[in-house]
């Protein structure tokens, strides 16, 4: 059984970063994409960054310049580094492996 486990959420003041770390477990082969989601208070889920196993990555407008989605794919593994952080970033990120998706993980931006 596939299983996507996300980790590195918390609270971080404006202006601070974050890593998030995501693992498949259970998957032969790397999936071919890997993104992030994230649903704040009150809205619909959201793609925040993907990747393909090319390396070509998309991002949302809203986190351009500020956040950079990696992979490896000997450890079915996906990350998000996060940077000058907003309130407007507070969410629940979710990690989505092919057609499996993690559990989610609080990112809350607050002084």
């Known amino acids: 059984q596939v299983q996507v486990v996300e980790s590195g959420g918390g609270l971080v003041q404006p202006g601070g970063s974050l890593r998030l770390s995501c693992a498949a477990s259970?998957?032969?082969?790397?999936?071919?994409?890997m993104g992030w989601y994230r649903q704040g208070p009150g809205k619909q889920r959201e793609l925040v960054a993907s990747?393909?196993?090319?390396?070509?990555?998309n991002y949302a407008d809203s986190v351009k310049g500020r956040f950079t989605i990696s992979r490896d794919n000997a450890k079915r593994s996906v990350y998000l580094q996060m940077n000058n952080l907003t309130t407007e970033d507070t969410a629940v990120y979710y990690c989505?492996?092919?057609?499996?998706w993690g559990q989610g993980t609080q990112v809350t931006v607050s002084s």
């Open positions: 990747i393909t196993s090319s390396g070509r990555t």
């Open positions: 989505r492996q092919d057609l499996t």
């Open positions: 259970g998957m032969i082969f790397s999936a071919p994409i």
